[in-house]
T-cell receptor, first 111, second 111 residues
Framework: SQTIHQWPATLVQPVGSPLSLECTVE??????LYWYRQAAGRGLQLLFY??????ISSEVPQNLSASRPQDRQFILSSKKLLLSDSGFYLC??????????FGPGTRLTVL | DAKTTQPNSMESNEEEPVHLPCNHS???????IHWYRQLPSQGPEYVIH???SNVNNRMASLAIAEDRKSSTLILHRATLRDAAVYYC????????????FGKGTRLHILP
């Protein structure tokens, strides 16, 4: 069966510090991968998606970046965090137009 | 992209059926109607999807209008654990479309 992992579960970082969030998927090959962010009390915002290794599409301009070094690994990064980067970060995967599966999420607080 | 319209919030009593409406008047012939829900502090989870015919699964039923311009998610017997934000989303079955979440309907269950 397929499983999606995200870590860490929670993170508190100072403004200006770097960020690296990791997501891995097990039990499937060549999935589409997604990063979403949900600010407190707000909706889900799609940040990045990837249809293959090294292929990243950005949905919104920001100081975040994403990379896909392996088929089932998706990384969200920042060189310098802003206060506005606080939120609940969710990784997700799907195969084509089928059901999408979400990870447990990382709750990031930037102080 | 075809859009969906949902009420911002709804209330229902525990152990009663809940009907969550969704309008999608610009739906195309190849769009599937998907429903997801997001419980507090969790990532979204898939509920159900359909194309033209009504669908049933262990979580819910999906009733699709004959002209496909609207649909209704039916929870047959709501419990407190069904309190969540419910999202109605259209996905083209022929494309690897990214999922863009709208605001959804926040469902409150009254004990």
């Amino acid at each position: 069966s397929q499983t999606i992992h995200q870590w860490p579960a929670t993170l508190v970082q100072p403004v200006g510090s770097p960020l690296s969030l990791e997501c891995t998927v097990e039990g499937t090959s060549n999935p589409n991968l997604y990063w979403y962010r949900q600010a407190a009390g707000r909706g889900l915002q799609l940040l990045f998606y990837s249809v293959g290794i090294g292929q990243i599409s950005s949905e919104v301009p920001q100081n975040l970046s994403a990379s896909r070094p392996q088929d089932r690994q998706f990384i969200l990064s920042s060189k310098k965090l802003l206060l506005s980067d606080s939120g609940f970060y969710l990784c997700a995967w799907n195969l084509g137009a089928n059901e999408q599966f979400f990870g447990p999420g990382t709750r990031l607080t930037v102080l | 992209d075809a859009k969906t319209t949902q009420p911002n919030s709804m209330e229902s009593n525990e152990e009663e059926p809940v009907h969550l409406p969704c309008n999608h008047s610009t739906i195309s012939g190849t769009d599937y109607i998907h429903w997801y829900r997001q419980l507090p502090s969790q990532g979204p989870e898939y509920v159900i999807h359909g194309l033209t015919s009504n669908v049933n699964n262990r979580m819910a039923s999906l009733a699709i209008a004959e002209d496909r311009k609207s649909s209704t998610l039916i929870l047959h017997r709501a419990t407190l654990r069904d309190a969540a934000v419910y999202y109605c989303i259209l996905r083209d079955r022929n494309r690897d479309d990214k999922i863009i979440f709208g605001k959804g309907t926040r469902l409150h269950i009254l004990p």
